[in-house]
């Protein structure tokens, strides 16, 4: 299993900026998909963005788009979330998560971290 901890969450001001960062504990990360979620409260948890283990395919839910990049740095087994003109909505904790088998590019995480919360003040 793969161990994740999540950074860089905090309090921001609307139309501001956070980069999140998740560290994982595997010699092999280069080898697993890996994908950040959140959860806002009262909500269910959402699929946020996802980019496979070279780091060539990258996916974004519809919220996310032109305002989150993913990305990851494979030498220093980190994955990435930066996040731009950031909106009340995008309150929530947010979790990393790894592919459970490696070289799969799908929806099947099976490792997630404690997660870190953003929070966007008006």
């Known amino acids: 299993q793969v161990q994740l901890v999540e950074s860089g969450g905090g309090l921001v001001q609307v139309g501001g900026s956070l980069r999140l960062s998740c560290a994982a504990s595997v010699r092999t990360f280069s080898s697993y998909a890996m994908g950040w979620f959140r959860q806002a409260p009262g909500k269910e948890r959402e699929f946020v963005s996802s980019i496979s283990w070279s780091g060539r395919r990258t996916s974004y839910a519809d919220s996310g788009k032109g305002r989150f990049t993913i990305s990851r740095d494979n030498a220093k087994n980190t994955v990435y979330l930066q996040r731009n003109s950031l909106k009340p909505e995008d309150t929530a904790v947010y979790y990393c998560?790894?592919?459970?088998?490696?070289?799969?590019?799908?929806?099947?995480?099976?490792?997630w971290g404690q997660g870190t919360q953003v929070t966007v003040s008006s």
């Open positions: 998560a790894a592919a459970r088998r490696a070289y799969d590019y799908t929806d099947d995480f099976g490792s």
